[in-house]
């Protein structure tokens, strides 16, 4: 630095001082901006120590101070000011109480340095918070620092008191980089830690990805069963060379009903033959729950095939009453053109030949607004009859489906 630019420095720091009496944030950050110091990282280090602390106490300052602005514009030169900030950042975030807003900039500011403090430091801010936002950008902020944020993390898990919290971070990263190791986690004694790993790599669509999910789906913990299932819907469009069916199946007997709930719906993703005649087994067996029924129910409607809405019709006849409410409501969604008329032709033969289901109050008004829904203009008359029921609440959804009808004519 000649003598015309420490000048200039210290010029700007007394003003900057000056606006930081008066809590004049914009002001500090405008001033701070105009350092000649900002061209590389060697410029900030040319300072004198002095100088250099006195720039990063204020940086600091209007960091955890200013508003979003000062905060988005202040951020810009941390990665400027030396690795060593990233110590100073941490410490920030234990000693002090800090707004979500601080901490989520100060997350996003980690992810410019790819040193072993500042992976640890994130690792810490994602394991001792709950918010989103803050939880999502240490994960970007992890997966931007890359292979050293992994190589970090998978030393860390052999420390015993830091391995959860390195398990944590390393699903958050989402990098191939973290498979194998997310795959050994999937099988560790924890089964917290088991959780995380099959919840991690539910992302990732590889062939031994899927043999560690199968594997998952005998733990003897139903959270992480429940996570197996869940990550196996989303390989539905490899269902057929996999035998997901044959591997999900059983998991609908699951002691754990929301084991089973999940696997309704991880089945309903698939949309084969073979996952609808899982489905409507289960509907059918007596010793399947009521509550199950009636996600049974939804994912058969979900599956978008016409066996489907077969099998709905037949449980029609068969179901309880709130089953079959449930049905008819699902019937009143579909959306697939194709599959349209069926669903009127079924709720229209349904409500002709059932004279007990008549005098339900709740099955006229679903039905009421299923066939509005379906724009059955097929159904008219139904509707139409429906429109003089001696329930004023009948009376109204029949009505409000007429007028949805009247728009299609």
Request: aromatic share 4%.
């Amino acid at each position: 630095m000649n003598s015309e630019q420490d000048s200039t420095i210290q010029t700007l720091l007394i003003k900057t001082n000056r606006a930081l009496q008066n809590q004049d944030w914009a002001e500090c950050n405008h001033y701070i901006q105009q350092l000649p110091i900002w061209g590389t990282k060697k410029s900030f280090a040319q300072l004198d120590d002095h100088t250099r602390q006195q720039v990063r106490e204020l940086a600091i300052t209007i960091l955890v101070n200013g508003d979003f602005q000062d905060k988005w514009d202040i951020a810009k030169i941390f990665p400027l000011l030396g690795e060593n900030i990233v110590e100073v950042l941490d410490s920030l975030l234990k000693t002090s109480s800090l707004s979500a807003e601080t901490q989520w900039f100060i997350a996003s500011i980690l992810g410019k340095f790819k040193t072993r403090s500042a992976v640890v430091t994130l690792a810490n801010l994602l394991e001792n918070n709950q918010d989103s936002e803050i939880i999502t950008v240490c994960a970007k902020s992890l997966a931007q620092i890359g292979q050293p944020a992994i190589n970090t993390l998978v030393s860390l898990l052999k420390k015993p008191h830091f391995r959860l919290i390195a398990t944590k971070s390393l699903a958050h990263i989402r990098l191939v980089a973290a498979l194998p190791t997310l795959i050994d986690l999937a099988t560790d004694n924890n089964p917290e830690i088991r959780k995380l790993a099959i919840e991690a790599i539910g992302s990732f669509h590889e062939e031994k990805v899927f043999k560690t999910l199968i594997g998952a789906l005998k733990d003897q913990e139903s959270s992480i069963r429940q996570e197996a299932v869940i990550a196996l819907g989303f390989w539905s469009h490899l269902s057929a060379d996999l035998d997901l069916v044959r591997a999900l199946q059983p998991m609908l007997t699951d002691l754990n009903i929301e084991v089973c709930r999940q696997t309704a719906i991880s089945l309903s993703r698939v949309k084969s033959k073979s996952a609808i005649e899982a489905l409507n087994q289960a509907l059918k067996a007596p010793y399947t729950p009521p509550i199950l029924k009636l996600d049974l129910v939804k994912a058969l409607a979900w599956s978008e095939h016409s066996l489907a809405l077969v099998c709905l019709q037949e449980a029609l006849w068969r179901e309880s009453t709130l089953v079959r409410q449930t049905i008819i409501t699902a019937l009143g969604r579909i959306n697939t053109p194709a599959l349209k008329s069926q669903a009127v032709s079924i709720l229209s033969e349904f409500w002709q030949l059932s004279s007990p289901d008549k005098s339900d109050i709740e099955i006229r008004k679903t039905l009421a607004t299923a066939l509005g829904n379906l724009e059955a203009t097929k159904a008219r008359d139904i509707l139409e009859n429906l429109c003089k029921d001696p329930e004023k609440i009948v009376q109204l959804h029949a009505t409000a489906s007429i007028k949805k009808l009247d728009l299609v004519d």
